[in-house]
């Protein structure tokens, strides 16, 4: 059984950065692609950034060019570098390990990860 733990989220001004980290117990996490999701109060929960095995990543429009994932495999970690934060990037975010590429994957969708972190706040403030 897979377990996620997140961390790094906290207040943000406008323009700011924050990083966020994920570690990731059991599962095998360096098979595994890793995404970021994030979630505001009666939201979906929606899609970041993924990252798979090889390192080839994906990103959500909102986030282009402001947000990075990386991993550091030998560590069972998954990193998001937030920049040129905005109030609407404020969520609880979270950390999850894809299914295994059993038939075909989308990982920008929540039904193709297998265990999720608990979250951890992100508020953006103007």
């Known amino acids: 059984q897979e377990k996620l733990v997140e961390s790094g989220g906290g207040l943000a001004q406008v323009g700011g950065s924050l990083r966020l980290s994920c570690v990731v117990d059991?599962?095998?996490?360096?098979?595994?692609?890793l995404g970021w999701f994030r979630q505001s109060p009666g939201g979906e929960r929606d899609f970041v950034a993924f990252?798979?095995?090889?390192?080839?990543?994906g990103y959500a429009n909102s986030v282009k060019g402001r947000f990075i994932i990386t991993r550091e495999s030998d560590k069972n970690m998954a990193y998001l570098q937030m920049d040129s934060l905005k109030p609407e990037d404020s969520a609880v975010y979270y950390c999850?390990?894809?299914?295994?590429?059993?038939?075909?994957?989308?990982?920008?969708?929540?039904?193709?990860?297998?265990?999720w972190g608990q979250g951890t706040q992100v508020s953006v403030s103007s």
């Open positions: 999850g390990i894809g299914k295994l590429e059993t038939g075909f994957r989308n990982y920008r969708l929540a039904r193709d990860y297998s265990a």
């Open positions: 059991g599962g095998d996490p360096t098979l595994r692609t």
């Open positions: 990252i798979n095995k090889s390192r080839g990543t």
